[in-house]
């Protein structure tokens, strides 16, 4: 006899995990989205600065962000730290260019998760959103 549940665990490995993209170029939004091939990741929502981001998961406090850092408006350092405020456990991927490093590490000591760097390639971006998802567990 089996059973069926609808109750999730942390150490459930079929749980799945909605996403929100954080980044200011349009180009990268989709380059994220297109190449992203994990199965029980979803994204459901997209943000073209920390403004909207906060906005947005203040809204919907999704499982998983990935965090550009320079961004018109509020940068990704500001925004990680509110949404780290609204949902602690929340898990924080900043993608972001070499050149930015100095401001990723400050941007893991303000609550992210993990860091990527652009140009990135498409199991490059899968093997650092399973990481993360690994932490979860
Ligand atoms: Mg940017």
Redesign the pocket.
Known sequence: MSVVTTASTSKDISRRFTMMIC???NIIRRKIERELNIDRLEVVASAANGRIAVETFTRQPVDVVTM????PEMDGIECVKKLVQIKPDVLILVISALSDKATAIEALKSGANGFLCKPFSDWQLTEALEELLRGAQ
Do not use: E, N, Q
Request: no cysteine; charged share 45%.
């Open positions: 980044d200011d170029s550009d850092i320079t961004m």
